[in-house]
């Protein structure tokens, strides 16, 4: 006979104490760019993963991941290395002519 816990370990719960991981705040516009801080924990809340963590004043506070050094880095970004396939021009020449494909 398996023992199985009766409250299985929930997955909201916060990372064991002797976890020291940091991330950096990287957001260009976030007024705390630059700063690093301890993560509590990092989760999905409503289809957005947030980190946690507590601010300088020790209240714990979420961002979006996607703006912090925990998120990996967006494969576009890294492959285009601020270059772009398409000038913009021709992105407009090219989206003028899908509507008149469309009205003729």
């Known amino acids: 006979m398996i023992h199985m816990p009766r409250w299985p370990k929930l997955s909201t719960t916060a990372h064991a104490d002797d976890n020291e991981t940091t991330f950096e705040i ?5 007024p705390l760019t630059g700063q690093r801080f301890r993560l509590i924990t990092y989760r999905n809340n409503w289809g957005e993963d947030r980190v946690y963590f507590h601010n300088s004043d020790g209240r714990v506070c979420s961002i979006p ?13 890294v492959l285009a290395a601020g270059r772009c396939l398409f000038r913009y021009e021709d992105l407009l020449k090219l989206a003028d002519w899908w509507r008149g494909a469309d009205e003729g």
């Open 26 to 30: 990287i957001h260009p516009h976030h």
């Open 65 to 77: 991941a996607c703006w912090t050094s925990v998120a990996p880095a967006d494969r576009f970004v």
